[in-house]
């Protein structure tokens, strides 16, 4: 008797040409329907994913050589659907999962199609030819063209998979084992280099370009929401009706009472923009006369109405108020029909950028938020309101317990603490979207257009409507003479969706309370951040992105001090011996990449952070045991919003008495012209200051004195 075949679990059937590319117990309602058939030219690999933030990739077989499409295939199939196994799994690092994302998916067959080329190009048609010699070939092929170290190993890593993958399809090709998954990757990568990737790679948003951006993006949520919301109601109830309108006598008698009156005056006529071209405003004529579109176009005909517009054209004033103000005036007389669409996209738009600056979080949690996702808190039991709690998903690091990539996310453990900005602008997107809708929803915010896709704005579509909202802003700041408000291009190139996290963590390492005309808070936030569990969880928190920022700015302070004493400066204060000899090692951190994992070594190192407080005109030698700047405990940096005069941990420099005197003669020039009791006080504080450059004077030390 033949012993029957134990069943692997691991290794799937051989599909069907009507099988679903994505089998049904891994699809995802979110977009369920748009998976394809195993024949299909295009397999979509959205079915697999519920992130409502991320791209829809496909794998087009069209890419593919033939004599290698159904090899490719099969396997390729048995990738989405099927997993590797334990075994596999155990002693080869971090790299290999059982499954991965859908980009990482797309990524892997893109890089098996590659290889595929490459074969053809050698003569050989069949994976089966593809052995570890040829595969060893193909590695060493690859060495020259690699821009990293990183793309490199996922590349290797993608065709160990393929040989994985292989050996758990119903018909295995039998292609070679790779040599490097044997012998190790070192021969088939680049050299290793200090560069760091990721979040800390990208430039922080100048302050020049960010102080503004964040100016009008709170501006429109905080002033000008509910008028562009009323106006977008009403256009839209115009444009209902012009819809439904049926031809009666009374709508006719309207609509000609109303463009007699028109043609009276000499008044221009109601236009809108059309792909560019100027063109009678039909909707909005309808609407307001409840005429229908048949009886305007018949009068359009009869009194030329058309070429009239071209010569003639006017605005589509709402009858809904205007509320907002921009230095006590009205930011409109009127709003206008044809400009509600744009500015709902502008207000959505500026909602974006207040929570991806104001928070931390990344574009793709931003995304993913839905409406209801920060109630207003119950008071505590004292009476106090307690602060608010943005919860949220997180996609970048969602894994199961095997490790496997969650396309869904998973809740973050800790919710993000919101301020009031961030609170407001989430209630206006709340206005916006239906409950429990996402935030950012597509079919809400593409007013122009629509696709079958859905869940959330792309991230693409975002990158330009912050452009266009910078266009727009600076045309406001125009119109309203205020050239201060004015956003400048940032000298690294476009804003983008992903620099905002940076430009936080930037500001508030080096900037503290330096933005006060935008009434944020960065010391505040900086403590909202540790405290609070802003950014709690160790793997995903900004809180290293910002222990990144303040090592840098660390380093940039050590180095201009080492260099102003190497031309003679001299420091003072209870800690300037200490930061001279700290000053001497300023060497150490250069060449250094700065990562989280140095950035908390560093940290660590009392005697090499020395912290820049260009608003108190000091330099911080920072000591834990000896900070007066906390008052709730000791912590790894310090409070510089909070910094104490008389500190122990205080050093003056040449350069910060020189700032001291000009301050105080600022002050003095302010008090000539104050009332007396406002003038007595800004003497006062010249004074002090003055005080404090001189008792500099007295007790500065250079390092030749110090080593004496």
């Known amino acids: 008797m033949t012993a029957a075949v134990e069943h692997d679990?691991?290794?799937?059937?051989?599909?069907?040409p009507d099988s679903l590319v994505v089998q049904p117990h891994l699809v995802r309602a979110l977009h369920a329907h748009l998976n394809a058939e195993y024949a299909a030219p295009v397999w979509p690999l959205a079915p697999l994913n519920e992130n409502p933030s991320s791209s829809n990739l496909a794998i087009h077989w069209a890419n593919s050589p033939g004599c290698f499409q159904q090899e490719l295939r099969l396997i390729?199939?048995?990738?989405?659907?099927?997993?590797?196994?334990?075994?596999f799994l155990r002693g080869r690092g971090t790299r290999l999962r059982a499954r991965i994302s859908t980009t990482g998916i797309s990524e892997t067959v893109r890089r098996w199609i590659h290889l595929a080329l490459w074969l053809q190009d050698q003569g050989i048609t069949t994976l089966a030819d593809c052995d570890t010699r040829v595969l060893h070939e193909y590695g060493q092929h690859l060495l020259p063209t690699y821009g990293s170290r990183s793309y490199a190993h996922d590349t290797l890593v993608s065709l160990t998979r393929l040989w994985a993958y292989d050996q758990l399809t119903a018909r295995p090709t039998g292609i070679g084992r790779p040599p490097w998954d044997e012998l190790g990757a070192d021969d088939y990568l680049p050299a290793a280099t200090s560069t760091s990737g990721g979040e800390n790679a990208g430039e922080a948003l100048a302050e020049e370009t960010m102080g503004p951006l964040l100016i009008w993006s709170l501006r429109v949520i905080d002033d000008f929401a509910d008028d562009i919301l009323a106006a977008w109601d009403e256009s839209q109830r115009l444009r209902q009706t012009a819809r439904t309108s049926r031809a009666t006598p009374d709508g006719a008698a309207a609509l000609q009472t109303y463009l007699d009156s028109l043609s009276a005056t000499r008044t221009p006529l109601p236009t809108v923009m059309n792909k560019g071209r100027t063109s009678l405003a039909r909707n909005y004529i309808c609407g307001i006369t409840g005429a229908s579109k048949t009886q305007l176009n018949r009068v359009i005909v009869r009194m030329g109405l058309a070429r009239k517009a071209t010569l003639r054209p006017g605005p589509c004033p709402l009858d809904t108020p205007v509320t907002g103000r921009i230095a006590g005036r009205p930011w409109r007389k009127r709003l206008d029909f044809g400009e509600a669409a744009d500015l709902m996209r502008h207000l959505g738009t500026a909602a974006f950028i207040v929570l991806s600056y104001l928070t931390g979080m990344r574009p793709g949690e931003v995304l993913g938020l839905r409406s209801g996702c920060c109630p207003d808190p119950e008071p505590g039991k004292d009476g106090k309101a307690r602060r608010h709690l943005i919860r949220g998903h997180e996609f970048k690091i969602a894994t199961d317990e095997q490790g496997n990539y969650l396309s869904s996310g998973q809740e973050r453990e800790v919710p993000w603490v919101a301020i009031r900005p961030v609170v407001n602008a989430i209630r206006v997107l709340e206005r916006m979207v239906p409950d429990g809708a996402l935030l950012f929803d597509h079919n809400t915010h593409d007013l122009h257009a629509s696709r079958a896709n859905t869940g959330a704005l792309r991230f693409g579509t975002l990158r330009t409507r912050i452009e266009d909202f910078v266009v727009w802003a600076n045309a406001e700041a125009a119109v309203h003479e205020r050239t201060h408000d004015l956003i400048p291009p940032d000298p690294c190139g476009a804003i983008g969706t992903e620099r905002f996290r940076r430009t936080l963590a930037w500001h508030i390492a080096r900037r503290p309370g330096g933005l006060v005309a935008l009434a944020i808070q960065y010391g505040h936030l900086r403590t909202t951040f540790v405290s609070e569990g802003y950014g709690a969880r160790s793997r995903d928190g900004i809180h290293e992105l910002i222990d990144v920022e303040t090592v840098r700015a660390v380093a940039d302070t050590v180095a201009d001090l080492h260099d102003d004493l190497e031309d003679g400066a001299g420091v003072s204060g209870p800690a300037a011996r200490r930061a001279i000899r700290a000053a001497a090692t300023a060497p150490r951190f250069e060449g250094t990449a700065i990562t989280a994992t140095t950035a908390r070594r560093l940290i660590a190192n009392e005697d090499a952070m020395i912290f820049d407080n260009p608003q108190a005109f000091v330099l911080c030698h920072y000591k834990r045991a000896q900070a007066l700047c906390h008052r709730d405990g000791v912590r790894d940096t310090p409070s510089l919003d909070h910094c104490v005069p008389s500190c122990g941990n205080i050093v003056r420099t040449d350069?910060?008495?020189?700032?001291?005197?000009?301050?105080?003669?600022?002050?003095d020039k302010r008090a000539a012209a104050a009332p007396q009791p406002v003038g007595d006080r800004l003497r006062g504080s010249a004074n002090k200051l003055r005080g404090f450059a001189d008792a500099h004077d007295r007790f500065r030390i250079t390092p030749t004195e110090d080593l004496a």
Do not use: C, K, M
């Open 76 to 87: 390729a199939w048995t990738l989405i659907n099927g997993e590797l196994r334990p075994s």
């Open 655 to 667: 350069r910060h008495a020189a700032q001291l005197r000009d301050r105080a003669d600022f002050l």
């Open 9 to 16: 679990p691991y290794v799937l059937p051989l599909p069907a």
